[in-house]
C-alpha cells in the first residue's frame, strides 16, 4: 500500500543544481526514517542521505556539505536538493522508507523505482 515515486532527475552540468522528490502514498506511521540511495553502474547502492521523523538528518561523507535532505509532511513529500554536482554524483538515485507500524511493531521496507541523474558536461 505504501507507494514512493522518485522525481526531478535528469542531465545537469558540473557544479549545477538538481532537486528529487519523493512522493509518498499510504500510510506512513510516525515512526520512521527516510533515506536518499545511489546506485552508479558496477556500484553498490550506497546511502546519501537520510531523514528521521524526529527531523534527525546525517549524509554520506562525499555530500556533505552540498546536498540537503528535507521533508514537507503537507505535502507527503522528501527531497534532497543537490547542489555543486560532480560527475562522481552521477547515479540512479532511490528513496527508501523504513517505518514501524504500531499495529504490527514490525519495521518495514519501500523502494521507489528510482530516478537517474547525469551530471556531465
Known amino acids: 500500500q505504501v507507494q514512493l515515486v522518485e522525481s526531478g532527475g535528469g542531465l545537469v552540468q558540473p557544479g549545477g543544481s538538481l532537486r528529487l522528490s519523493c512522493a509518498t502514498s499510504?500510510?506512513?506511521?510516525?515512526?520512521?526514517?527516510m533515506g536518499w540511495y545511489r546506485q552508479a553502474p558496477g556500484k553498490q547502492r550506497e546511502l546519501v542521505a537520510t531523514i528521521t521523523s524526529g527531523r534527525s538528518t546525517n549524509y554520506a561523507a562525499s555530500v556533505k556539505g552540498r546536498f540537503t535532505i528535507s521533508r514537507d509532511n503537507a505535502k507527503n513529500t522528501v527531497y534532497l536538493q543537490m547542489n555543486s554536482l560532480k560527475p562522481e554524483d552521477t547515479a540512479v538515485y532511490y528513496c527508501n522508507l523504513k517505518q514501524r507500524p504500531i499495529a504490527t511493531m514490525a519495521w518495514e521496507e519501500y523502494w521507489g523505482q528510482g530516478t537517474q541523474v547525469t551530471v556531465s558536461s
Open positions: 499510504g500510510i506512513i506511521n510516525s515512526i520512521y526514517a
